[in-house]
């Protein structure tokens, strides 16, 4: 399953029809503020639109778009884990198609480290608000909570931290700092689409605009909308 990507969508954004609605008429969405959040943000936001579903997507860091969204701020979040639990029980949907997915990595400089299991009492780097690196790594013994993945990379590369944790979309932007005898891949993680129970009537229309997307690929709506 691919994970939303587009590169230079930015241009799009003055072709889009969303801005020609009114915000308050448009589904809020949250993002994480790094390039893979835009950069999916952006696809999200062009495949919604040729569904003639309007949204708009806020990027903020991990913790502060959970905050924004329990504040009512937004609507919903893109790029969440299966089991992200916002809010009270129920409060919130997940929709049921996933956005998509990316591999796990493991990364350290250590031959004997592979899987978490080999940590032992060792450090692992993870980045601050992302609950899959929560949920992924919750027996490690010794976790590092780190600000970015700038901070994380440089700790690992400086023997500083034994090891970290990584996607593989967010990887492609270091694998030419990172050996790749470093990277062990530690299966897929799925992303998926959370909006506020009270939007729950619009469910339908976003889970079939990405099964959609899954079906046409990332090309065949910016072809659509730049034509």
């Known amino acids: 399953m691919k994970l939303f990507f587009g590169m230079g969508l930015w241009i799009l954004c003055v072709l889009m029809p969303w801005q020609q609605t009114k915000a308050e008429e448009c589904l809020r969405f949250g993002a994480p503020d790094d390039i893979t959040g835009r950069n999916v943000g952006q696809m999200f936001m062009l495949v919604m639109a040729y569904h003639d579903i309007c949204t708009s997507i806020k990027y903020l860091p991990n913790k ?3 905050e924004t969204l329990l504040s009512g701020e937004i609507d919903g979040e893109i790029l969440r884990i299966g089991e992200y639990k916002p809010g009270k029980e129920g409060e919130f949907i997940r929709v049921p198609t996933a956005i998509g997915g990316t591999q796990r990595l493991l990364i350290s400089r250590h031959d004997d480290i592979k899987a978490l299991d080999d940590l032992k009492d060792r450090s692992l780097g993870i980045w601050l608000g992302a609950i899959w690196h929560n949920e992924f790594s919750k027996n490690a013994t010794n976790r590092v909570v780190l600000p970015s993945f700038d901070v994380m990379v440089a700790m690992l590369l400086n023997d500083r931290i034994d090891a970290i944790l990584m996607d593989s979309a967010t990887f492609r932007l270091y ?10 891949e530690q299966g897929v993680e799925k992303f998926y689409t959370w909006i506020n129970r009270e939007k729950s009537s619009q469910v339908p229309v976003l889970d079939q605009a990405i099964a959609a997307y899954h079906r046409n ?3 065949f709506y910016i072809k659509a909308m730049i034509q």
């Open 64 to 66: 502060r778009s959970t």
């Open 175 to 184: 694998k030419t700092q990172i050996p790749p005898e470093y990277v062990h």
């Open 217 to 219: 690929g990332p090309q």
